[in-house]
């Protein structure tokens, strides 16, 4: 270097932009990759699995204690009919068309609340339904699951 030069280092602007755009590229990729919405919808599907589960054995825990079903479940073929399976949420100041089953949560001695679905629910409804087979078998479903998932458990 000559005397009265200035000696300049570090990245041109282009170099700047080049490990900018690299940088973008890959988490772009990651975030495709990992899909967090994805992973949300997963997540609620595995709690209304549990959920419909829960439901159906606090049934039969009270059909083993008095030999009798919970009388508001409905005859049905079709679980998923919204309009008149909907299970009525704990609480609820009426029930109106839904399928009460109160009967589980006094005391809670079958269960502390009814169940809700984090995106189904509304009103005083519990998102997830009920219902009776002309045979006398017990489906709970859960007609909000998502990735076009069937949550549906008989017993």
Excluded: W
């Excluded at 282009?14 to 990729?29: D, H, K, Q, S, Y």
């Excluded at 049905?76 to 009919?81: H, R």
């Excluded at 005083?124 to 002309?134: D, L, Q, T, V």
């Amino acid at each position: 270097m000559k005397k009265g030069e200035l000696s300049l280092k570090g990245f041109t602007l282009l170099e700047v932009l080049l490990v900018v755009a690299c940088i973008g590229i890959l988490a772009g990729i990651t975030i495709t990759a990992i899909n967090p919405s994805k992973q949300l919808a997963k997540t609620h599907n595995a709690e209304r699995k549990i959920d419909v589960n829960t439901i159906l054995n606090a049934v039969y825990q009270y059909y083993i204690d008095f030999d009798k079903l919970p009388e508001d479940i409905p005859e049905s073929d079709n679980c998923s009919d919204t309009a008149s399976n909907e299970i009525c949420n704990t609480g609820a100041s009426n029930c109106g068309n839904l399928v009460d089953l109160s009967v589980l949560t006094t005391n809670e001695e079958y269960l502390s609340s009814i169940p809700t679905d984090a995106i189904g629910a509304a009103d005083n409804g519990s998102g997830y339904n009920i219902a009776r087979s002309p045979n006398g078998r017990i489906t709970v479903c859960a007609p909000y699951a998502e990735l076009d998932e069937i949550i549906s458990v008989t017993k």
